[in-house]
């Protein structure tokens, strides 16, 4: 049986949407090469409030915002996390670790991450000019667009929850180096570096 073409042109725009696992990127070594020991290719960054963070990665370290993981090898970054010893494995689409079990997925040009990071409930999507979050319990909510090539920003606002009053203001996150290129980026480097900083 023939389909016409238009149906055929409809599966497989449809199928350009479909979201899909992202594939993790290890670096090309268990230890970096002498010369590239500490080598940095991308960060994020981001304040609002007079507050903020920011966490520097490469293809075998994650370090800032009280992270300080290397590459272990077997899809494994171990280290510290604010203080404590912390490891992280990751395969493609899933990233797991202390208190955290997130699904990375490729989407529409952008990188969709949800489940649970260090035990609050997380849903991102981020592409080059956007990026869209709920966090935590309490659903802060951001919503950014592009001012200049990797600069976002935009309104950032939380209910207030338990006592604490609501609050919103303004945010902006700064995508350094290779992160720039979301969603073409080394993972879980770059997912790691995004969680940590958000609010």
Same mark, same amino acid.
């Given at each position: 049986m023939r389909l016409p073409g238009a149906v055929l042109l409809l599966a497989a725009v449809g199928a350009g949407c479909t979201p899909t696992a992202a594939l993790m990127? *290890? *670096?090309?070594?268990l230890s970096p090469p002498v010369d590239r020991e500490g080598e940095v290719t991308g960060g994020v960054a981001f304040s609002a %409030?007079?507050?903020?963070?920011?966490?520097?990665?490469g293809p075998w370290n994650v370090k800032? $915002?009280?992270?300080?993981?290397?590459?272990?090898?077997? $899809?494994?970054?171990?280290?510290?996390?604010?203080?404590?010893?912390? +490891?992280?494995?990751?395969?493609?689409? +899933?990233?797991?670790?202390?208190s955290s079990a997130v699904r990375?997925? +490729?989407r529409d040009g952008a990188l969709a991450v949800?489940?649970?990071?260090?035990?609050? *409930? =997380?849903?991102?999507t981020i592409g080059r000019t956007t990026v869209s979050a709920t966090l935590g319990t309490g659903a802060c909510t951001l919503s950014l667009a592009a001012e200049e090539a990797g600069v976002l920003?935009?309104? =950032? %606002?939380?209910?207030?929850?338990?006592?604490? *009053?609501?609050s919103s203001g303004a945010g902006a996150l700064r995508l350094e180096g290779e992160a720039i290129l979301v969603p073409d980026v080394l993972l879980p480097q770059f997912v790691l570096a995004l969680l940590a900083v958000l609010p």
């Amino acid at each position: 049986m023939r389909l016409p073409g238009a149906v055929l042109l409809l599966a497989a725009v449809g199928a350009g949407c479909t979201p899909t696992a992202a594939l993790m990127t *290890p *670096p090309p070594s268990l230890s970096p090469p002498v010369d590239r020991e500490g080598e940095v290719t991308g960060g994020v960054a981001f304040s609002a %409030g007079g507050a903020g963070g920011h966490v520097a990665y490469g293809p075998w370290n994650v370090k800032g $915002g009280g992270m300080d993981l290397a590459w272990a090898g077997g $899809g494994a970054w171990a280290g510290t996390w604010n203080g404590a010893p912390a +490891r992280f494995v990751a395969s493609q689409g +899933r990233l797991d670790g202390p208190s955290s079990a997130v699904r990375i997925e +490729r989407r529409d040009g952008a990188l969709a991450v949800s489940g649970t990071f260090a035990g609050r *409930p =997380v849903a991102v999507t981020i592409g080059r000019t956007t990026v869209s979050a709920t966090l935590g319990t309490g659903a802060c909510t951001l919503s950014l667009a592009a001012e200049e090539a990797g600069v976002l920003s935009g309104p =950032v %606002g939380c209910p207030g929850t338990g006592g604490t *009053p609501a609050s919103s203001g303004a945010g902006a996150l700064r995508l350094e180096g290779e992160a720039i290129l979301v969603p073409d980026v080394l993972l879980p480097q770059f997912v790691l570096a995004l969680l940590a900083v958000l609010p």
